[in-house]
């Protein structure tokens, strides 16, 4: 039997699955391996008695892909999310936290009265912290708003990707400049996922967020430069040992979303589309992949 979590703002159901009581949203009653956190939040995670080593997968929620500009201008792909399989010393009957970090969402696009989208908030749920994280606002009539980074402030989260409009684009989280060419915001960084502590735990970072579409130049486009992937990754405990370590993949200079070769999750949004010659509108970035915490013992 597979225990899953379905996310922390769930309350707890027990329910019967096989003739065993088990709890969803929460700490299982009856707990089975493995243990999936397979939704963004902040989970707890009780050792079982008599397990003294835990096998802990993780991975990072990937970036958002940059909006696109005007003028045909697309909007830089996304990072991946970084994957990390630990094998951890643990003690029975202890509580460690466990932390699966949310995709970035998509950089936004120019309005039709002249003022920029602005690059959304980073991962959901990215950490344990509770620093927040605003997206840059989009310039007047310009430069890109900066994407938020992944999480509530977590090291290893995700950067948010930088605004479109050449120098005119904002930083991770600052807004935009006025420039006469209308570009895309950036797209928010990837969530890192985490479980234990800092003497006895796993982390994988998040994935970058792409670059909003434009240069600032009316008339003038170049390729949005994509996010890079998660490359930090720990295992920490005495004992213990890395089993893989695998970084996320960088975004395309043609928009798509970089990849983790290693796992299905965490990976990058791609950047907006704008089909100019076809007199369709500039689209939002998509959002990143969310992460995922596989723990079995």
């Known amino acids: 039997m597979v225990t899953r979590h379905l996310g922390s703002r769930i309350a707890a159901v027990t ?10 949203g929460g700490v299982a009653q009856a707990q089975t391996s493995p243990e999936e956190f397979l939704y963004p939040g902040h989970y707890t995670f009780t050792v079982p008695a008599g397990v003294h080593t835990l096998h802990v997968e993780l991975t990072a929620g990937g970036g958002g892909g940059g909006g696109a500009g005007s003028g045909g201008a697309i909007g830089g792909g996304a990072g991946a999310g970084a994957h990390v399989i630990c094998q951890l010393p643990v003690t029975p009957s202890t ?4 932390v699966v970090g949310g995709g970035g969402g998509g950089g936004g696009t120019p309005s039709a009265d002249g003022l920029d989208g602005s690059g959304p908030d980073g991962g959901a749920h990215g950490s344990t912290y509770t620093v927040n994280r605003d997206a ?6 310009g430069g890109g708003g900066g994407g938020a980074a992944g999480g509530d402030g977590d090291a290893f989260a995700g950067l948010g990707g930088l605004g479109g409009g050449g120098l005119g684009g904002g930083l991770s989280g600052l807004p935009g400049e006025s420039l006469s060419g209308l570009s895309g915001g950036g797209g ?3 969530g890192a996922s985490s479980f234990g502590t800092l003497l ?9 967020g792409g670059q909003g579409g434009g240069t600032g130049i009316p008339g003038v486009t ?7 992937g998660g490359v930090i990754t720990t295992c920490i405990g005495l004992g213990g040992s890395t089993v893989a370590a695998d970084p996320g993949g960088a975004g395309f200079l043609d928009g798509q979303g970089g990849f983790n070769p290693a796992t299905g999750g965490g990976a990058g949004g791609d950047g ?3 089909y100019f010659q076809q007199g369709i509108p500039p689209q939002d970035g998509k959002t990143g992949v969310d992460g995922f915490a596989i723990i079995s013992w």
């Not at 006895?200 to 970058?208: D, F, K």
């Open 136 to 141: 840059g606002n989009g310039g007047p009539q």
């Open 15 to 24: 329910v019967l699955v096989g003739g065993v009581m088990c709890a969803t």
């Open 200 to 208: 006895t735990g796993a982390r994988a970072a998040g994935g970058q």
């Open 95 to 98: 509580t460690y936290p466990v």
């Open 222 to 228: 170049s390729a949005a430069l994509p996010g890079l």
């Open 188 to 190: 928010g960084g990837g």
């Open 272 to 274: 907006g589309l704008s």
